[in-house]
């Protein structure tokens, strides 16, 4: 029986939270004669094919919003916005009621990362030795809570955990991040690196990489605290989201506008390494919320249609609005 695995596609902790789950039902439940990897993005519209979850075996979604599909028989998540609608929400409710002690459902925005709450339910309720992964459970910490020590080691990239987040991101070969789920709780990620398939990635990606800082620096600017910068009519299927910290040290938020080739994205951050007092800082979630997107309390993004970018620039203009009315 084939066990599918859906996460969050062209994001390290998603690929890390497959890795990890893969290893620890392979460990502590077992069953699957294979794992499939399927990614998930946010974008307009449905997220969510019913046809793509197998409907003879088992189907997980980690790091990713919920689905009360019934074919659907593990979900870990830790966004603020894990649910598309309050029927969701009230389903998964229902589900947890339901399952008592037994529940294969997970969902605490308490944890930094995906990876993280995936570790611990793995050891406290199943008894996995986790111990050999919290390399990797450390970096996946670090890389989607945004705990670099620092704007330049963000973007500098000297650690793998920094390159290999790069590549995750940026690479839109479908095949590639299925590819590398089951090295990342086998090998160090200097080693992943080293792989050909990796490697062969890495000089041009850190040309481009330059390229978007250069046209990032060029483009945006600082406003009552608010970075915003507007780069949809340039080809860029992703980059480094601390590049407008790095070029704006003071900012406190910062509002992108991007297009790829199936969104326009509004991208809306706070600073890591802002002076403010947390209690003082705006709920991102929230705000990305209100235009159908969602996140964590300090970064989120919303995903238009990339015929609509009207739509964008509008919602865009009014968090910026909202964010510098905050900073004055």
């Known amino acids: 029986m084939a066990f599918?695995?859906?996460?969050?596609?062209?994001?390290?902790?998603?690929?890390?939270?497959?890795?990890?789950?893969?290893?620890?039902?392979?460990?502590c439940i077992g069953g699957a004669a294979a794992y499939e990897y399927h990614g998930l993005m946010h974008r307009a519209g449905k997220l969510?094919?019913?046809?793509?979850?197998?409907?003879?075996?088992?189907?997980?979604?980690?790091?990713?919003?919920?689905?009360?599909?019934?074919r659907v028989t593990w979900w870990f998540d830790h966004h603020l916005s894990a649910f598309l609608t309050p029927a969701d929400e009230a389903h998964f409710r229902r589900e947890q009621k339901a399952a008592g002690g037994e529940t294969r459902k997970f969902f605490d925005p308490t944890y930094v990362s995906c990876t993280g709450l995936i570790a611990h339910v793995a050891s406290?309720?199943?008894?996995?030795?986790?111990?050999?992964?919290?390399?990797?459970?450390?970096?996946?910490?670090i890389v989607d809570g945004a705990k670099y020590e620092s704007a330049e080691a963000a973007v500098e990239m000297q650690a793998p955990a920094m390159k290999l987040t790069m590549v995750i991101e940026s690479v839109q070969d479908e095949t590639f991040v299925p590819r590398v789920i089951p090295l990342?709780?086998?090998?160090?990620?200097?080693?992943?690196?080293?792989?050909?398939?990796?490697?062969?990635?890495?000089?041009?990606?850190?040309?481009?990489?330059?390229?978007?800082?250069?046209?990032?620096?060029?483009?945006?600017?600082?406003?009552?605290g608010v970075i915003s910068f507007d780069i949809t009519d340039q080809p860029v299927e992703g980059y480094n989201k601390f590049i407008p910290y790095y070029l704006?040290?003071?900012?406190?938020?910062?509002?992108?506008?991007?297009?790829?080739?199936?969104?326009?994205?509004?991208?809306?951050?706070?600073?890591?390494?802002?002076?403010?007092?947390?209690?003082?800082?705006?709920?991102?979630?929230?705000?990305?919320?209100?235009?159908?997107?969602?996140?964590?309390?300090?970064?989120?993004?919303?995903?238009?249609?990339?015929?609509?970018?009207?739509?964008?620039?509008?919602?865009?203009?009014?968090?910026?609005?909202e964010l510098r009315l905050e900073g004055r």
Request: glycine share 6%; hydrophobic share 40%; charged share 20%.
């Open 184 to 224: 990342l709780t086998e090998m160090s990620l200097a080693e992943i690196l080293a792989q050909p398939f990796v490697a062969v990635l890495l000089a041009p990606l850190m040309e481009r990489h330059r390229q978007a800082i250069e046209l990032i620096r060029e483009r945006s600017s600082l406003d009552a």
């Open 48 to 70: 969510f094919d019913e046809a793509e979850f197998a409907a003879d075996g088992e189907n997980a979604i980690v790091d990713f919003k919920y689905s009360p599909s019934p």
């Open 248 to 321: 704006h040290p003071a900012g406190t938020y910062n509002v992108g506008l991007s297009k790829s080739s199936f969104r326009t994205k509004v991208a809306v951050g706070t600073n890591p390494w802002t002076t403010m007092p947390a209690s003082d800082l705006v709920n991102l979630a929230e705000v990305c919320e209100r235009y159908g997107g969602g996140g964590h309390a300090r970064v989120g993004a919303i995903s238009f249609p990339p015929d609509r970018e009207d739509e964008a620039r509008a919602a865009a203009a009014e968090i910026i609005a």
């Open 4 to 27: 599918r695995v859906f996460y969050h596609d062209h994001c390290f902790d998603g690929a890390c939270s497959a890795s990890l789950f893969t290893r620890f039902h392979r460990e």
């Open 124 to 141: 406290s309720t199943f008894g996995m030795d986790v111990t050999p992964l919290m390399d990797l459970i450390y970096w996946a910490t």
